[in-house]
C-alpha cells in the first residue's frame, strides 16, 4: 500500500491566492513525523515545515502551515498568500521511528504552478 | 558555505562504465543517505548511513556500492552502468536525535547513453 499519497498531480492558483496542497498517509507507527520539501526547477530539494505525530498544533513557517488532521491521516500544506516564485513540485514525506526507518519515504508530487 | 554538496553536478557516461558521485556535509550531523529521483520524479531511498554504518540498503543492485570514509562523507560507486540507472541522485544528512529535517544536496543528474 501508498504510504503518501498525493492525489494532485497538477495545480494551477492564481497569485495572491492561498492554496492547499493535500497529502494523506498509512502507518501503523505511533511516532513518526510529516515532512514538505518543495523542488523547484533549478532541482534543489528545499525543506519547508514538519508535523511531529504527537505535536499537539499544526505546525507553522511563515506562509506554510500544516494542516495535520490524525485520526483522517492527513497533512495537507497550505500556502497562504502564494507569490510567483512559489511555482514548483511539492513533495509531502513520513519519516516513522525505529532503527532501520530512518528514511524518508515520498508522495508522487504536486507540480503547483501560481498564475499571476 | 554549501551544507551539503554533491560532485559532480552532471554526470554523462556510457553504457558499461564505473563512475562515482562524491558527498559532502558540513553539518556536523552524523546519518547520510542515497535517494533516487526517476524521471517521474519520484524519490525513493537506496541507502542510509548512521556513523559510517550501514543501515539501510533498500533493495538496490549491488552494481551500487556506497562508501562512507567518515561521518562527514558518503560517496556512491556504480559499476557497469545501465541505461536505467538514468537519474537524479540526491544525497542528503540529518541529525539523527530528535525529529530533524533531514538536508540536501543540490543532486547529480546522471544520464547513461
Known amino acids: 500500500a501508498q504510504k503518501i499519497t498525493q492525489t494532485q498531480p497538477g495545480m494551477f492558483v492564481q497569485e495572491k491566492e492561498a492554496v492547499t496542497l493535500d497529502c494523506t498517509y498509512d502507518?501503523?507507527?505511533?511516532?513518526?513525523?510529516l515532512f514538505w520539501y518543495k523542488q523547484p526547477s533549478s532541482g534543489e530539494m528545499i525543506f519547508l515545515i514538519y508535523?511531529?505525530?504527537?505535536?499537539?498544533q499544526n505546525a507553522t513557517e511563515g506562509r506554510y502551515s500544516l494542516n495535520f488532521q490524525k485520526a483522517r491521516k492527513s497533512a495537507n500544506l497550505v500556502i497562504s498568500a502564494s507569490q510567483l516564485g512559489d511555482s514548483a513540485m511539492y513533495f509531502c514525506?513520513?519519516?516513522?521511528?525505529?532503527?532501520?526507518?530512518?528514511?524518508?519515504?515520498f508522495g508522487t508530487g504536486t507540480r503547483l504552478t501560481i498564475i499571476p | 558555505d554549501t551544507a551539503v554538496s554533491q560532485t559532480p553536478k552532471y554526470l554523462v557516461t556510457q553504457m558499461g562504465n564505473d563512475k562515482s558521485i562524491k558527498c559532502e556535509q558540513n553539518l556536523g550531523h552524523d546519518t547520510m543517505y542515497w535517494y533516487k529521483q526517476d524521471s517521474k520524479k519520484f524519490l525513493k531511498i537506496m541507502f542510509s548511513?548512521?556513523?559510517?554504518?550501514?543501515?539501510i540498503n533498500e533493495t538496490v543492485p549491488n552494481r551500487f556500492s556506497p562508501k562512507s570514509p567518515d561521518k562527514a562523507h558518503l560517496n556512491l560507486h556504480i559499476n557497469s552502468l545501465e541505461l536505467g540507472d538514468s537519474a537524479v541522485y540526491f544525497c542528503?544528512?540529518?541529525?539523527?536525535?530528535?525529529?530533524?529535517?533531514?538536508?540536501f544536496g543540490q543532486g547529480t543528474r546522471l544520464t547513461v547513453v
Open positions: 514525506a513520513m519519516r516513522e521511528s525505529g532503527f532501520g526507518n530512518e528514511k524518508l519515504t
Open positions: 548511513y548512521n556513523n559510517k554504518e550501514l543501515i
Open positions: 502507518t501503523s507507527d505511533p511516532s513518526y513525523g
Open positions: 542528503a544528512s540529518r541529525y539523527r536525535g530528535g525529529n530533524t529535517e533531514a538536508f
Open positions: 508535523q511531529g505525530s504527537y505535536d499537539q
